[in-house]
């Protein structure tokens, strides 16, 4: 698996998971304040949309995860 796609499984459960706990038509309703790690999650992608630069990866790579050949190489 790649840091490409460990960051995109992550942040996609973030997402689905603060809803579920964050919606209170869930049935797994916890708190509305778990909809704030939707906007950070969120808020994130966007930021390292345009500067490239996410601290999950930073954190993927020293746990031995490898970059994706297109990431490192400039390839599309």
Known sequence: MTVDR??????GSFILISLALGV???PLFVSK??????????ANLLQSGFTRFCPAELVM????LKRS???CCGKK
């Open 61 to 64: 790579v020293k746990l031995g």
């Open 6 to 11: 460990a960051i995109r499984i992550m942040a």
């Open 69 to 71: 050949e297109e990431a």
């Open 33 to 42: 304040y778990f909809l704030w790690l939707t906007a950070f999650v969120g």
């Open 24 to 26: 209170e038509a869930s």
